[in-house]
């Protein structure tokens, strides 16, 4: 199956670190997605994971894999009021096709 | 390089009507793909287009449909709307690679009514 779940909001201080969750049932993943979306707009994309990989950084962006558990987090450091959204992780099961299976998305809100 | 262009922007439709939304990508992307967002069933897949053939389809009724041109735009086309077609439509551009980095474009708010 492609269940992709994540918690529905989170409220994090300015300058605090958030982090998002995200787990999936589909152990044949491939690549693993983060997206943002603001109102009004399309997706982002902020970054991604490789399947065999256990960590990624990016800036102030950590990516977290636990491929036993399937569970892939995203940890935003020094979190900023531009950094309030919609974020979603997606997956893919098939390598070089382009269908991914979206979570359904976390409310992120930063409080000043 | 400009981004995902999508137009109409919004679309207000009555029930049994047809709709076809354009989807122009970025330039040197050759695979299109479309996914519909409602707040009951989130992001699901449509179908991915490349080189003119659809490459992949989601699980949605025939009255969705969709083609490319020989420029890589692509349209998709919903026939008969009903009020659950009510949606945010995005479509999503990549080069053919690996790693599957879709850019999105702004969508097309439909609304039926």
Known sequence: ?112 | KAGVTQTPRYLIKTRGQQVTLSCSPISGHRSVSWYQQTPGQGLQFLFEYFSETQRNKGNFPGRFSGRQFSNSRSEMNVSTLELGDSALYLCASSLPGVRNEQFFGPGTRLTVL
């Open chain 1, 1 to 112: 199956g492609e269940d992709v779940e994540q918690s529905l909001f989170l409220s994090v201080r300015e300058g605090d670190s958030s982090v998002i969750n995200c787990t999936y049932t589909d152990s044949s993943s491939t690549y693993l997605y983060w997206y943002k979306q603001e109102p009004g707009a399309g997706l982002q994309l902020l970054t991604y994971i490789f399947s065999n990989m256990d960590m990624k950084q990016d800036q102030r962006l950590t990516v977290l894999l636990n491929k036993k558990d399937k569970h892939l987090s995203l940890r935003i450091a020094d979190t900023q009021t531009g950094d309030s959204a919609i974020y979603f992780c997606a997956e893919s099961l098939q390598t070089g096709a382009n269908n991914l299976f979206f979570g359904t998305g976390t409310r992120l809100t930063v409080i000043p």
